[in-house]
């Protein structure tokens, strides 16, 4: 199994940018289709963006369209998520895991948190 370790999260205000990590160990990542999901208080975790196994294909949610850009470096076997212009609601904690579409298929790390302040 992939083990998945998720960083880069913290605290920014209404705008900002971060850039989340997503590092893999155990097994490689090139041959999965992999994705972030993000959960809120009281929310159901829920799809923000894929990227196929070799890094042409990527796809998001339509609350991120625009503002988040996803990648990938095979060979670091790492995944990343670009998020500006971030909102309030962006707020919660992400999650880095193996996709099929818009569905998750692998483990989940421990996450890491994303608050914005308005």
């Known amino acids: 199994q992939v083990r998945k370790e998720e960083s880069g999260g913290g605290l920014v205000q209404t705008g900002g940018s971060l850039r989340l990590s997503c590092a893999a160990s155990?097994?490689?990542?090139?041959?999965?289709?992999t994705g972030w999901f993000r959960q809120a208080p009281g929310n159901e975790r829920e799809f923000v963006a894929g990227?196929?196994?070799?890094?042409?294909?990527?796809y998001y949610a339509d609350s991120v369209k625009g503002r988040f850009t996803i990648s990938r470096d095979n060979a670091k076997n790492t995944m990343y998520l670009q998020m500006s212009s971030l909102k309030p609601e962006d707020t919660g904690v992400y999650y880095c895991?193996?996709?099929?579409?818009?569905?998750?298929?692998?483990?989940w790390g421990q996450g890491t948190q994303v608050t914005v302040s308005s």
């Open positions: 895991t193996e996709v099929r579409g818009t569905e998750p298929v692998g483990s």
């Open positions: 155990g097994r490689t990542f090139s041959s999965y289709g």
């Open positions: 990227i196929s196994w070799s890094g042409a294909s990527t």
